[in-house]
């Protein structure tokens, strides 16, 4: 667990934007506002996951969603792409869920694109369902919102 202004933290978030900016020839990437103290215990949390001391693989939640603060949103889920195809998206998934659980979130819900297939196929094999669209990606057609109960 770490900060999401951690170095590794900015270092991952800089490579995942990039990311999106090539998926979605966009000149910003993703522009939902998000500050580090969102992420903080108990109203969020922020993972990263290390090989060989190498940061591979992140993933947060924060309090607030369409139910609102007992809903979680799972935001920066990225694995660099060297380590994709090990579960690390599904390990980081299950401790994001956990984690929130036990800070009495009931739902976490997300939004993703549709340019991300692999991101939605790992969603919706871990249980995750469309949900009504939300937050700042409502209105975009591109936008898959979907949540899951725990």
Known sequence: MVRYDHPDAVKLTELVQAEYVRRYASEVGDASPMTPDEFDHPNGIFFIGYVDEIP?????WRRGGPRGRTDGEIKRMFVLDSHRGRGYSRQVLEE?????ARQGITRLVLETGTEQPEAISLYRSAGYVDVEPFGFYAEYDDSVHLGKTL
């Open 96 to 100: 994001l869920e956990r984690s929130a």
């Open 56 to 60: 591979v693989a992140m993933g947060g």
